[in-house]
């Protein structure tokens, strides 16, 4: 793991902001033709590479406890691996292997790779001998061998021996330093080797896992292990600086090269390690990782810079995505066969680079793609399979940089129509004005009959705040190749500092017409000092202050963002943030979108299925993606976000000869009446939480369900939510009521738990027997120690008993204790009067600010 920095078409610019826009060329489009002065990214669709592998979407302590992140995060990924702490490590307090490890089976995962040494409290681990070692080895390994679920588990028995960990002389230039230390590691790697196979004879071991690509290492290494029968069962090491953007594939092509000469058949390779701090969090940055690891089929985890339980850097909360998430989910989506992809430029760090997949079963063909540029690029899909037919029906999608924290929405459809397939089987998508920070995803399928809805995305533009007019503050360079450690950045400056009265930043905008414009700010608060949220005023050209409340975050450049409606006349303007009375934060830049936004769509053939439905593209739909068609053992789950807890009309477009389902969270949502077969329109009021919520539906037991796309429509609407304030509520022992300026109210309820009798308890009234999303609004700074390099934060549990029935729930550490979180907890009520028991026998529950009851239905 990481443990120290290193420091190794058309674009229109209004006033310093940069507004982004992709065009779609068809024959029923409007728009210019390919142009051939453009960069071209080609896609082979009869040139396959390999089943896609969905290797690169592993994270190393990704998962902290069972729940956090969210199901609703990780299921739809289906990680192939994650790498975690040895059972009972010392190393951080969260991170367990045998604890995560249900949430993991839970949504498909395959290999959980357990970083042994991690039993030890200190970086580097300290060195107490090998016997002390073995003992815990020993002791570790047990835990697992009676599990029926132990073969899930590779054992990673060395960690980065080459860089400052027990080994160091590995890296030495000097000889004799090499040689002696290499034949102690290789004398301890037999010895603990043998040891875990000894408790489990058929054990996975991984390694050498070095923090680098060794060449004189690996080479001495192999043949000797081969000779010694002590082979690893997947190769480890790790890639952790920028230059592996270029120099990966001359990495894994010499591996290769050892093994062939060792007479040694390919082991499985997991980079279990990779990409800095300026590249979690950023599609843009993230396709170049994956494409590169996914082409070579390799496994591949994230690295743990920061905090334990966000998918290192891919989870604002709990259960809501931040905009790289969805590129993970696009990756996931992925299903048939690799393609040929041609970039640009190959092996060159921050370039354009894509993955390409087609599944001629599906008869869907997918592109993803991003990095590098700014400007135009002609994506050229080649050899379309004559079964396509002669048009297809293409969208362009993009999920854009939301910061660490901030929350990323449904990704935004730039175009949608249909495109003749020329006589060569290829058609030429341009892209225009693309943004370096976000990827692209491309859908090609079959036309049907009639048109697909044409999109609508909304008037963007960007103003990054080192060009505004800044006061009082002090413009900082963060993340950049050179400097790979410092955290992501929109053009990789900030404006902090402003910690003066007179701090303010001025930002010159240009709407294009009268109307209200969401405006969403970058930044990151200074919460390590304030531990508080912070404050500025926002004024539209010198008018009337309104107060934005930044809520904390990890530190002053782990981005989050923060939105707000703002009402514009068309032409210029100036939005000026100015220093409030609490707190400081830092700006990066401003987003200024116009209102309303696009419905959300989701095609019902790209959605995660399950069982064995068929595609059918007779007709187009809204979405240009056809229809899926379910049968009794069939499932489609859609991923549908929301961007505020509360209710929003959901629509399935759907025909049936028989009666299916919509659950959300293991409950019936609604129900799908028999049409006959006729197409309908299905509405339903359904609450869903801030966040992803996963929407199931399920065939029918007999006939079949042919459904086109489920859309989410309207703004967030809380008519039916109950709110109970904690203070409000039932306490006993140590529960006791506090006051707190942030919480609802002015008041919460602490100390409850660290022992059976402390409890909080609430008396909710039901209208009606059902599901309902009882919502705890929650506040948790505990952290472990200071940490060795990561921040150590601290899940705390809560067992929620309804009527009677507790289920444990973790609440994912927030910061301050003077932030509130809500974390939705799905719940069965019964009519009348329930009794609802926050509780925790053995250690502190969250702080509690209040508890919201909504039924699933409106």
């Known amino acids: 793991m990481p443990r120290t ?6 674009v229109r610019r209004l006033a310093g902001a940069v507004t982004f826009t992709v065009v779609l060329a068809s024959a029923a489009l409007t728009g210019p033709a390919a142009n051939a002065a453009n960069p071209q990214l080609t896609v082979d669709l009869g040139q396959t590479t390999g089943a896609v592998m969905h290797g690169a979407n592993g994270a190393l302590y990704g998962l902290s406890d069972d729940g956090v992140p969210g199901d609703s995060i990780t299921t739809p990924l289906h990680m192939t691996s994650i790498a975690t702490k040895a059972p009972d490590g010392a190393q951080h307090p969260n991170g367990d292997a045998l604890v995560v490890q249900p949430q993991f089976a839970r949504g498909g995962g395959s290999d959980n790779l357990i970083y042994m040494q991690d039993i030890y409290a200190n970086w580097p681990y300290e060195n107490l001998g090998l016997s002390d070692y073995l003992s815990k ?28 960990n027990w080994y160091s002389g590995l890296g030495s230039s000097n000889t004799t330093t090499y040689t002696n230390t290499r034949n102690q590691f290789e004398s301890d790697w037999t010895t603990v080797y043998n040891k875990i196979r000894s408790i489990i004879p058929n054990a996975r071991i991984a390694g050498p896992n070095e923090t680098n690509w060794d060449a004189r290492f690996m080479g001495d290494f192999y043949p000797w292990a081969k000779a010694n029968n002590v082979l690893p069962d997947v190769t480890t090491w790790h890639e952790l600086d920028p230059s592996s953007l270029s120099d990966f594939e001359s990495h894994i092509n010499a591996y290769r090269t050892i093994e062939t000469n060792a007479g040694i058949s390919h082991l499985p390779v997991n980079i279990d390690e990779y990409g800095d701090r300026r590249d979690l969090s950023v599609p ?11 082409r070579n089929k390799v496994y591949a985890d994230q690295a743990y810079w920061d905090i ?46 894509g993955i390409g997949s087609l599944d001629t079963g599906r008869k869907q063909a997918q592109v993803l ?88 995305p909304p008037w963007q533009a960007s103003y990054e705040a080192e060009n505004a007019t800044i006061t009082s503050g002090t413009v900082y360079t963060q993340g950049t190749v050179s400097n790979a450690n410092g955290y992501a950045t929109s053009g990789t400056k900030d404006v902090g500092s402003l910690n003066q009265s007179n701090s303010q930043v001025a930002f010159n905008v240009n709407v294009p017409s009268t109307g209200t414009y969401n405006l ?18 926002l004024t539209v050209d010198g008018g009337s202050a309104r107060t934005i409340t930044y809520q904390p975050t990890l530190n002053w450049t782990y981005r989050s963002t923060v939105s707000t409606p703002v009402s514009l006349t068309a032409g210029a303007h100036t939005l000026t943030l100015a220093k409030g009375t609490t707190g400081e934060v830092t700006l990066d830049k401003i987003d200024l979108t116009a209102t309303p936004g696009q419905d959300a769509v989701y095609p019902a053939t790209y959605a995660d299925i399950t069982g064995a439905p068929s595609y059918n593209y007779s007709a187009a739909g809204i979405s240009g993606a056809g229809a899926l068609v379910l049968g009794s053992a069939d499932k489609a789950a859609f991923d549908v976000y929301a961007p505020a807890d509360g209710y929003y009309t959901v629509h399935a477009d759907y025909a049936s000869t028989g009666s299916s389902t919509l659950s959300l969270d293991g409950a019936t949502a609604s129900t799908l009446a028999s049409t006959s077969g006729s197409l309908t329109d299905r509405t339903q009021r359904l609450y869903l939480s801030a966040g992803n919520n996963r929407i199931t539906a399920s065939g029918p037991s007999t006939g079949s369900l042919t459904l086109r796309d489920l859309r989410v429509t309207g703004v967030v609407d809380t008519a039916g939510v109950t709110v109970y304030e904690a203070e409000n509520a039932t306490r006993a022992g140590t529960a006791a009521v506090s006051s707190n300026s942030w919480a609802s109210g002015g008041s919460y309820v602490g100390y409850i738990g660290n022992g059976s009798g402390n409890t909080l308890t609430f008396q909710v009234n039901a209208a009606s027997a059902g599901r309902y999303v009882l919502n705890v609004r929650y506040a948790n700074d505990q952290v472990s120690g200071s940490g060795n390099y990561n921040t150590n934060v601290v899940s705390r549990a809560t067992d929620i008993s309804v009527n009677g029935t507790a289920t444990t729930v973790m609440f994912r550490n927030n910061y301050s204790w003077s932030s509130w979180w809500d974390l939705p907890v799905p719940g069965t009520l019964k009519a009348g009067t329930n009794t609802i028991t926050l509780s925790n026998s053995s250690a502190y529950a969250p702080n509690v600010d209040r508890l919201t009851v909504a039924p699933l239905k409106g």
Do not use: C
């Not at 002791?139 to 899930?152: I, P």
């Open 284 to 294: 843009g940055q993230m396709i170049q990782w994956m494409s590169m690891f996914e």
């Open 308 to 353: 334990a339980g966000n998918l290192d850097g891919n989870v604002g909360q709990t259960n809501i995505p931040n905009g790289d998430w969805w590129l993970l989910r696009w990756y996931a989506g992925l299903t048939g066969q690799t393609v040929k992809v041609t970039p640009p430029q190959s092996n060159v760090i921050d370039t354009l680079q």
């Open 137 to 164: 080895v020993d002791t570790m390994v047990r835990k697992v061998a009676g599990r029926s679920d132990a073969n899930s588990f590779v054992w990673v028995p060395f960690n980065e021996p080459n860089g400052g």
């Open 520 to 537: 969403n700010i970058y930044y990151g608060n200074q919460s390590s000092q304030t531990a508080t949220p912070a404050t500025q005023t």
């Open 5 to 10: 920095e290193r420091r190794s078409g058309h």
């Open 369 to 456: 793609l991003g990095g590098g540029t700014s400007g135009s690029i002609d994506t050229v899909v080649q050899h379309i399979p004559a079964s396509f037919g002669s048009s297809v029906d293409v969208s362009v999608e993009r999920t854009a940089w939301s910061g660490y924290e901030g929350a990323g929405a449904t990704p935004t459809v730039l175009s949608r129509g249909t495109m003749t397939v020329a006589a060569n089987g290829s058609i030429t998508v341009p892209l225009t004005g693309l943004d370096p920070m976000a990827a692209y995803r491309i859908l090609v399928n079959p036309a049907g009959s009639g048109t697909p809805t044409a999109a609508n």
